[in-house]
C-alpha cells in the first residue's frame, strides 16, 4: 500500500482525481440548461403565432362549422345541419369538379414542362444563373393580382390572343376568358406557366446524380431515352414525389386567379367556381360563416386525404438510396 501523508485518510486522492470530471458534468448541464432556455426563448414568438394564428382559428372554425353564424350575430348552434346542407348544393359538386379538373390536369403539366426545362438547364448552358432567375420569376409573379389582371387582358375577346390568332386568318376567335368550354383552360395554363418552384427543385435534384452512372450506361450501349428512364426518373423520383405532394396542396388553394379573372363570380356559367372561390363566397360574400367553415373544413379533409394516399403509394413508386 502506497504511503499516506499525515491526516490523510486512504482514498481521499480517488475522490479528488474523481471531482474535476463531476464539475465538468455539472458545467456542462448548466451550459445545457442555458442553452434550452435560448433555445425557448428564441422560439417563443413561433409558438406564440402558431398558437394565435394556426391553432386558434383552426379550433374556432371546427366549432363554426356547426353553428349558424352571419358576422354579425352570435353563432347560434346547429349540429351537423351545415354538412348536411352540402349534400343538397349542386354549386358545392360544381366547385368540386371544377377544382379537380384545375389540379388533375395543371399538376401534372407543370411537373413535365418543369422537368423538361431542369433537363435541358443541367446540360451546362452558359449564363444558367440568369436563365434559373428568368424561369423562376413566374413562380414569384404567377399568383399575384397584376398577373392575374393582365391574363385576363390577354385572353379578352379583344386581347394579344385574339389579335395575333386574327393576323394569322382566324376572322372570329372566342373571347377565351368569357367563354365557357375555354375560360378553365386559361387558368390552367396560367398555372403551367408558373413552373419555376419546380424546376428548380428538379435542377438540384438532378445535380445530385452521380455522373458514373450516365457513364457506365453510355459504355454498355444505353441511349438517351434508356438512360432517362433507368438512371433519371428512378433517382428523381422523390423530388418528383415532393414537388407533386407540395403542387397538389398548393393546387387546391388556389384562389386569386380565379377570383380576378372571373371579377369574383366563378363565371362564365360557374365554368371558374374554384372551391376557395365558393368558401370565399358563402362566408365573405352571403355572410354565411357557419357554411363557409364547413367547407373549409371538407377541403382540409380532401387535401390531407389525397396527402395520406400519396405518401401510402409512394413506397411502390420512389426509390430511396438505402
Do not use: C
Not at 438512360?227 to 433519371?232: D, H, L
Not at 363570380?265 to 376557395?276: N, V
Amino acid at each position: 500500500m502506497a504511503p499516506t501523508l499525515e491526516g490523510e485518510r486512504p482514498g481521499m486522492a480517488a475522490v479528488d482525481e474523481g471531482d474535476p470530471p463531476r464539475r465538468g458534468r455539472r458545467q456542462r448541464s448548466r451550459s445545457d440548461i442555458v442553452e434550452r432556455r435560448a433555445a425557448h426563448l428564441f422560439l417563443a414568438p413561433w409558438f406564440l403565432g402558431l398558437a394565435l394564428i394556426t391553432i386558434g382559428p383552426i379550433l374556432a372554425s371546427a366549432y363554426l362549422s356547426f353553428t349558424d353564424y352571419s358576422l354579425l350575430e352570435a353563432p347560434n348552434w346547429i349540429g351537423w345541419e351545415n354538412y348536411d346542407r352540402l349534400l343538397d348544393d349542386p354549386r358545392f359538386f360544381q366547385s368540386l369538379k371544377v377544382t379537380f379538373i384545375y389540379v388533375g390536369v395543371s399538376v401534372p403539366l407543370q411537373l413535365a414542362f418543369a422537368l423538361a426545362l431542369a433537363l435541358v438547364l443541367d446540360r451546362g448552358i452558359r449564363g444558367l444563373a440568369f436563365y434559373r432567375s428568368a424561369y423562376y420569376l413566374p413562380s414569384l409573379l404567377g399568383s399575384s393580382v397584376a398577373i392575374a389582371i393582365l391574363w385576363r387582358q390577354i385572353f379578352g375577346t379583344e386581347g394579344l390572343i385574339n389579335r395575333v390568332l386574327q393576323a394569322l386568318g382566324w376572322d372570329s376567335p372566342p373571347g377565351w376568358v368569357s367563354t365557357p368550354e375555354y375560360s378553365l383552360w386559361t387558368l390552367i395554363l396560367l398555372h403551367v406557366w408558373t413552373f419555376g418552384s419546380p424546376m428548380i427543385i428538379f435542377l438540384a435534384g438532378l445535380r445530385q446524380i452521380p455522373r458514373m452512372y450516365y457513364e457506365a450506361a453510355e459504355v454498355d450501349g444505353a441511349g438517351r431515352l434508356r438512360r432517362f428512364f433507368s438512371i433519371t426518373i428512378p433517382l428523381l423520383t422523390p423530388i418528383i414525389f415532393f414537388n407533386f405532394v407540395y403542387q397538389v396542396i398548393h393546387s387546391f388553394q388556389s384562389f386569386t386567379q380565379a377570383f380576378i379573372v372571373s371579377s369574383g363570380t366563378g363565371g362564365p356559367a360557374d365554368s371558374t367556381l374554384f372551391y376557395t372561390l365558393y368558401l370565399y363566397r358563402k362566408g365573405f360574400g352571403d355572410f354565411d360563416m357557419g357554411y363557409a367553415s364547413a367547407l373549409a373544413w371538407v377541403l382540409l379533409t380532401i387535401v390531407a386525404g389525397l396527402t395520406a394516399v400519396n405518401f401510402v403509394a409512394a413506397k411502390w413508386w420512389v426509390f430511396y438510396e438505402d
